[in-house]
């Protein structure tokens, strides 16, 4: 991710206009506008002033190092969670949780209320759970929450109904590495 789309991405999370962080940081409103379309970068000074004002570090400004978003993945298949995590952790992502049943991704949503998942990385079958029924859940509970299908049906019928289940993408079984990182991608 390029500054321009980290400044507009913080700029939107935390509901601030282009007016109003160029009037916080005491430059013009094109400058701003400019930054977020990559038509120019802050200079060093108004980075370390960008970080401060939107409480991240300037190596997460620049999108660099380790990544906060919090992301779950449910499958009942431990090599499946330790594989998709070993994946995701290469891309920089560290608050990662493993669920191996679809009680537990609900519980764990349920208790992370005060800091929504960035993904969720889930199976289709589990032992406990339609993993259709629990992409609904939660769609219904948060629609931010990006959720990613995985599975080893890759029947059309399969992939129509998750997507009109409200699926943000989908891998399937067995994926390699870059599977993985365009669905990553996707979601971002």
């Not at 789309?5 to 013009?28: C, D, F, N, Y």
């Not at 990544?67 to 992502?93: H, M, N, Q, S, V």
């Not at 990006?146 to 129509?160: L, P, R």
């Amino acid at each position: 991710m390029d500054i321009g789309s980290q400044i507009l991405k913080l700029r939107k999370q935390r509901g601030i206009t282009q007016e109003k962080l160029a009037t916080e940081m005491g430059v013009s409103i094109a400058a701003v506008s400019k930054w977020e379309t990559g038509n120019s970068i802050p200079d060093i000074v108004m980075l370390c002033a960008l970080a401060d004002f939107f409480e991240v570090t300037t190596e997460e400004l620049l999108g660099r190092g380790t990544k906060a978003e919090r992301i779950i993945i449910c499958d009942d298949a431990k090599l499946i969670r330790e594989t998709l995590r070993d994946i995701i952790t290469k891309k920089g992502y560290r608050n990662i949780i493993l669920a191996e049943n679809g009680r537990q991704l609900l519980d764990v949503i349920e208790q992370e209320t005060a800091c929504e998942p960035y993904a969720v990385f889930l199976d289709i079958h589990l032992p406990d759970a339609d993993g259709l029924e629990l992409l609904q859940k939660i769609k219904a509970r948060n629609k931010g929450i990006k959720v990613v299908m995985v599975t080893a049906d890759n029947s059309e019928n399969a992939i129509n109904k998750a997507i009109e289940s409200g699926a943000d993408a989908y891998v399937t079984k067995p994926f390699l590495p870059q599977h993985i990182e365009l669905a990553l991608n996707k979601v971002s």
